[in-house]
Nanobody, 123 residues
Framework: VQLQASGGGLVQAGGSLGLSCTAS????????MGWFRQAPGKEREFVAG????????YYADSVKGRFTCSRDNAKNTVYLQMNSLKPEDTAVYYC?????????????????WGQGTLVTVSS
């Protein structure tokens, strides 16, 4: 499956951004979808994940209550709505797909990755 992420940009602290990731090539609804991020000099970390059909979501503690992950299987798209952004949210954000029934939180479990989109939050 090919993943194309979009929606990054520059925003002031306290602002909002929405990311999208559109999949092609395989049946999107088979895949658990995850969002990860990687800040300069840091390891890639789990941000949010969503199960295949139930829509059950999981979040890192650092974004819980501020970020919302959703998916539209008819549009082959997963979304990440980011509110109340903080400078520490600055990173390249990646979407990823895992052929599984459960969301996992480690990047090496995911089979396919998007190209990443940069989110910069200014203070």
């Amino acid at each position: 499956v090919q993943l194309q992420a979009s929606g990054g940009g520059l925003v002031q602290a306290g602002g909002s951004l929405g990311l999208s990731c559109t999949a092609s090539g395989r049946t999107f609804s088979w895949y658990v979808m995850g969002w990860f991020r990687q800040a300069p000099g840091k390891e890639r970390e789990f941000v949010a994940g969503i199960r295949r059909s139930s829509g059950t979501t999981y979040y890192a503690d650092s974004v819980k209550g501020r970020f919302t992950c959703s998916r539209d299987n008819a549009k082959n798209t997963v979304y990440l709505q980011m509110n109340s952004l903080k400078p520490e949210d600055t990173a390249v954000y990646y979407c990823a797909a895992e052929l599984s029934s459960r969301v996992t939180f480690t990047s090496n479990e995911y089979d396919y990755w998007g190209q990443g989109t940069l989110v910069t939050v200014s203070s």
